[in-house]
């Protein structure tokens, strides 16, 4: 996500923050499955993580999620959904939570058999006839609505555009939209099915599978190929149109523009092939079956990395005052993210750092490079400069880059601040001052290989980089990414904080 402007070495002592972090994720998700398993009250659940303590429910690992929606023309009404989600348990289960509300749930079945199901807090509370014993595979199919109107003290999951909707669910809002387990650790693959009427497109994560015409409506399916954390899904609706094109290696790049706007954005979309051969020269292959632009006719506050298929708004594409290179590099902030959050996404929400400091790292470097060629001066070193002097300031507002605070009630997006942008950023700028140009791009260009289409924390991107450096970089990450006060900067003596 990015906001709109105005809008094997030895283990590190500084490991310690997130091997806590962990067990508490760890012993949260424990007590909790006692408590899903005695014959008490529903009540509801999650894995503990630091920042979202609710989110996420423990027991059981989702396979996959098949998510039909019907939608009615009118963005709103709800529309008419059935979530399918195969998954297995991971412990014995007498009844089963899932992430959701914001709509009316009509059924649930499991494994065809009719289930007792409650709500409470934000989980649907399923009770199987039979309970499920640990390593049993399960179906379970619920008949619900899904409210297009925004939910009170919530935000995000479905955003109404002039002409339809599209979906925003980050940081934890796909519950607001389909029942699910909403947490990234646990990643999915997924197939959606929309029928809409006529005249309108539907397209999703994922590559087209079918596309079926019955009266006056159509059905469109779409399947993902990879695992896809639920706050990274996307299904958008309106009077759209699809621009296809090639990218590097036969890469298919769609892009979904409102049909009135296809000719005006098209000088901004036909970039994006050189844009994904630029960071796949920086970091490898592109990790997905498929990449494009969405662009909505909303206005979010933010642009979004929605897994094959990243969201903007439109005025981002339209506004003149905007340069052109600067355009450039928030499409390719998103892009990045393809690999930094979504191919490799956090295990938990504080390593949030990990997704935004490294899409700022390379926004920057492209907008480097294309403000050379437009005669502009934006070099990363001076951004990097600008983000020390504020270094400061933006941790003692929303804490360090990998221990930040929690989201104030009813807003949880505001865990986007400078400090896991610019302020994440600084820290990989450190890093390539402490251990070299080379080291860092083996560096980076390892990471992502290695945990690609899975899950991965801070402490484990301070060992790879421990390892590949050959040093022990327990105290430099300790100092750089959880101390209150912004460590001195690798070969620059003069920079100073709060100046």
């Not at 027991?59 to 059935?82: E, Q």
């Not at 695992?227 to 990274?232: G, I, K, Q, V, W």
């Not at 865990?415 to 560096?443: C, H, M, N, T």
Request: aromatic share 10%; net charge positive; glycine share 8%.
């Amino acid at each position: 996500m990015l906001l709109t402007p105005g809008g094997t070495a030895a283990r590190p002592k500084s490991l310690r923050t997130s091997r806590i972090a962990t067990a508490l994720i760890v012993a949260t998700a424990s007590a909790a499955l006692v408590a899903a398993s005695a014959p008490s009250p529903a009540t509801p659940l999650g894995i503990g993580d630091p920042l979202f303590p609710h989110l996420g429910n423990p027991g059981y690992d989702v396979a996959s999620y098949d998510i039909a929606f019907t939608y009615h023309g009118d963005n709103k009404k709800p529309l008419d959904a059935i979530t399918k989600i195969d998954a297995r348990a991971t412990a014995p289960l007498e009844r089963v939570n899932l992430d959701f509300t914001h709509g009316t749930v009509r059924s649930v079945e499991v494994d065809g058999r009719s289930a007792r199901f409650d709500s409470t807090g934000e989980d649907l509370v399923v009770t199987p006839a039979e309970p499920v014993r640990r390593g049993e595979r399960m179906r379970i199919t619920v008949r619900h609505t899904s409210d297009p109107m925004p939910a009170k003290n919530a935000e995000g999951g479905w955003v109404r555009t002039r002409d339809g909707l599209a979906m925003a669910n980050q940081a934890d809002a796909a519950h607001l939209v389909f029942p699910c387990n909403d947490h990234p650790a646990d990643k999915a693959r997924f197939t959606f099915r929309i029928t809409a009427p006529k005249g309108l497109t539907a397209v999703a994560n994922g590559l087209p599978i079918a596309r079926t015409r019955h009266g006056g409506a159509t059905t469109w399916a779409y399947r993902t190929h990879h695992p896809m954390a639920t706050e990274l899904a996307q299904v958008s609706i309106g009077h759209s149109s699809v621009l296809r094109r090639t990218g590097p290696h036969g890469l298919p790049v769609r892009d979904v523009v409102p049909t009135k706007d296809r000719t005006r954005v098209e000088p901004w979309l036909r970039k994006t092939p050189g844009q994904i051969a630029w960071m796949e020269r920086k970091i490898g292959r592109y990790p997905f079956e498929a990449y494009g632009v969405l662009i909505a006719e909303a206005q979010t506050g933010f642009e979004l990395e929605t897994q094959t298929l990243s969201l903007f708004e439109r005025e981002l594409f339209t506004r003149p005052e905007y340069p052109e290179w600067y355009v450039d590099s928030i499409m390719v902030h998103e892009l990045a993210h393809q690999w930094f959050g979504d191919s490799v996404s956090p295990r938990a929400w504080s390593d949030l750092w990990l997704n935004e400091g490294h899409a700022t790292w390379y926004e920057a470097l492209y907008a480097e490079e294309r403000a050379k060629k437009s005669g502009v001066k934006q070099t990363l070193k001076d951004r990097m400069r600008d983000a020390y002097r504020q270094s400061d300031a933006w941790r003692a507002a929303g804490g360090p880059p990998a221990r930040p605070q929690r989201p104030a009630p009813g807003q949880k997006i505001s865990i986007f601040r400078p400090v896991v942008y610019d302020g994440s950023a600084l820290v990989l700028y450190a890093l390539r001052q402490e251990i070299g140009q080379r080291a860092f791009e083996q560096l980076e260009r390892v990471w992502v290989r290695t945990h690609r289409d899975g899950n991965a924390e801070t402490a484990d991107f301070v060992r790879l980089a421990s390892w590949i450096s050959g040093r022990d970089l327990g105290a430099f990450f300790d100092a750089w990414l959880y101390g209150e006060k912004t460590p001195p900067m690798p070969g620059h003596p003069d920079w100073v904080s709060g100046k």
